[in-house]
Structure formats: structure tokens, C-alpha cells
């Protein structure tokens, strides 16, 4: 089990919006310990698409958002594209477990 | 433009030693802290290790604390992972990013160099 929590797979059709929930405790994200949302395309490494939980960095298309509130994180996409199938990981650090950590991953399904 | 690239990946059996490496460029590995995370087949993504801008700070997940060691030599722009006591759990491919400050994210990654552990 992952100390960060996501629902295993999320989908939605093209046009529409999708969230993705990054649920954590009082030892990270309730901690005030900022969340960083990562981007796995099939058969390629992780990007970053969201830093400290709301930033996009430069290339990053403002379909994608974040956002975050007590011990959870979420990420939005709207307008969701057959391109944006992908994995999903929110990150965070555990002042318990005195280290980084991931959630399970989302496995987003565009139908 | 930042290029981060993994080598030293191979199939070994249990109990064995591996190093990986990782060559970076288009920015000074001097001036960033960076780090491992892995990644079993089928599986999420794993914080593995953390060492800091001057190497005299590291940090390493639960599971492999006690026979994994980071490195980094800024001279030769290389971050170095040394692998010993090897378990079939450790089977993964091995990413090396860029950054992972508490604070901060893992803003680059490389293409990830793949590590088996089999008898």
C-alpha cells in the first residue's frame, strides 16, 4: 500500500473533465508538505506535469491544474484528449517515514 | 536542454552488487540535489535514494537503506547508485532524477536502466 492514496484508474471521453484524488495524512500533505503531480506515458519515464501543487511548468497546456486542501491533493484535466492516457503520480515527503513518497498511480483511460 | 542518462543496468542473481550510473548534461549537477526512483514491472513509481547539492546528505527508502549507497562526483557530472545484497524485490527499472528536495520535485528524469534479480 502506498502512503499516498489514488484511485487505481479514472476515464472520461474525449471533451470532458477528469479528477484525480491524492489523499495523504497528517504526516505529509497534512503537514503542509507540497505535492508534485508526475506523467507516465506508455513505455516512457515519468514528467512533471504539476509542482507545488498548483505550478505547470513551461510546455505544460493549462488543460492540466492542481490544487490542494488538508491531507488531499487533486489533479484536474479538462478537455481531456486521446493523448493525455497515461499514468498519473502525485509525490509528496513524510516528515514520519523521513522520506519522498508516491502515490499508487491512476491509470487514466480516454474512451 | 537537460539529459539525464542511466547505464550499468544488468540481470544478476540474488545477493549480488550492481552500480548504476548516471551521466548528466545541459545543466551543472553541482548546483541540484537528485535522486533515484525505481519502478518494478507493472508497478508504481518507488523513492529510492536522495543525496544532496554537496553529497554530504543522503537519504534512502526503508527498503533498501543499509545496502544501497548514493554517490555523485560534480567533476565528472555523474550521480552513481551502488547496489548490494541484491533481492528479487529489487528487480526494476531505475530512474535517475533531477531535484527531489523535500520542498522540491524531481523536475527531469532520465530513460531508466533496467535491473533484474534472478536465480
Known amino acids: 500500500q502506498s502512503v499516498l492514496t489514488q484511485p487505481p484508474s479514472v476515464s472520461g471521453a474525449p471533451g470532458q473533465r477528469v479528477t484525480i484524488s491524492c489523499t495523504g495524512t497528517?504526516?505529509?500533505?497534512?503537514?503542509?508538505?507540497?505535492v508534485h503531480w508526475y506523467q507516465q506515458l506508455p513505455g516512457t519515464a515519468p514528467k512533471l506535469l504539476i509542482y507545488?501543487?498548483?505550478n505547470r511548468p513551461s510546455g505544460v497546456p493549462d488543460r492540466f491544474s492542481g490544487s490542494k486542501s488538508g491531507t488531499s491533493a487533486s489533479l484536474a484535466i479538462t478537455g481531456l484528449q486521446a493523448e493525455d492516457e497515461a499514468d498519473y503520480y502525485c509525490?509528496?515527503?513524510?516528515?514520519?517515514?523521513?522520506?519522498?513518497?508516491f502515490g499508487g498511480g491512476t491509470k487514466l483511460t480516454v474512451l | 536542454e537537460v539529459q539525464l542518462l542511466e547505464s550499468g543496468g544488468d540481470l544478476l542473481q540474488p545477493g549480488g552488487s550492481l552500480r548504476l550510473s548516471c551521466a548528466a548534461s545541459?545543466?551543472?549537477?553541482?548546483?541540484?540535489?537528485m535522486g533515484w526512483v525505481r519502478q518494478a514491472p507493472g508497478k508504481g513509481l518507488e523513492w529510492v535514494s536522495m543525496?544532496?547539492?554537496?553529497?554530504?546528505?543522503?537519504s534512502y527508502a526503508a527498503s533498501v537503506k543499509g545496502r544501497f549507497t548514493i554517490s555523485r562526483d560534480n567533476s565528472k557530472n555523474t550521480l552513481y547508485l551502488q547496489m548490494n545484497t541484491l533481492r528479487a524485490e529489487d528487480s526494476a527499472v531505475y530512474y535517475c532524477?533531477?531535484?527531489?528536495?523535500?520542498?522540491?520535485?524531481?523536475?527531469?528524469w532520465g530513460q531508466g536502466t533496467l535491473v533484474t534479480v534472478s536465480s
Open positions: 545541459g545543466f551543472t549537477l553541482s548546483n541540484f540535489a
Open positions: 543525496i544532496s547539492v554537496s553529497g554530504v546528505s543522503t
Open positions: 497528517s504526516s505529509n500533505i497534512g503537514s503542509g508538505y507540497d
Open positions: 532524477a533531477k531535484g527531489g528536495g523535500i520542498t522540491a520535485p524531481f523536475d527531469s
Open positions: 507545488v501543487n498548483s
Open positions: 509525490q509528496s515527503y513524510d516528515i514520519s517515514l523521513g522520506s519522498r513518497v
